[in-house]
């Protein structure tokens, strides 16, 4: 009679995915949005799941930036980010990223004198229901020089000020998690997050082991 082969450990199945899940992490500049975005995409991956990351668009403005880009270079950011997040929302189970509409239209109503010069409201409000979830970063830490962005504080104030009168209209208390930039740290329990976007979608995840 053969001898039976000895069974192999298998790796357990991934819990479903039911469909590609979007994060987007917001607030003003210099506030730790792409520290906060690496951080929780390493967690996902450590967790077994694919990530897809969007860049800052900001920087590619050719239009200009910082406080006197006008209400058609904060224009171009607006329609890029969306660009941007079309073209990645179904590569990876999560797509996380640097700024969402939300932040961007804030900007744009600040070049813009507080109006909505381009009436793209309608838009902005309908694309904000695409994210499950939206980590708010608070400005509680000082302004770096970069080399690109802006390091004026009223500036900043102001963004994170209208930001304060447009986010209750376009993301609901359920999807909104806020930190102060100053908790994003090496320590900061990123898995926490991950556990209620997958929550948004009807997923599950799995606490990842390292030692595996």
Known sequence: MPRRKPSTPTEPAPAAWPRPAKIAFIG????RKTSALLAFAAEVQRAGRSVELGREVVRDNPLGINEGATGEAQLWVL???IRQELELA???DVLATDRGVMDNYAYYL?????TDEYQIFPLVRRWSRTYDLVVRLLPDVALQADGVRSTNDAFRDEVEAILDGVLPELVPAE?????????ITSRFDWFAILVRLAGSIGATVSQPDLWR
């Open 90 to 92: 179904r590569k990876a």
């Open 110 to 114: 600040r070049s813009c004198g507080g």
């Open 79 to 81: 329609v890029s980010q």
């Open 28 to 31: 003003s500049h210099g506030i």
């Open 175 to 183: 999807r909104l998690v806020t930190l102060r930039a100053s908790e």
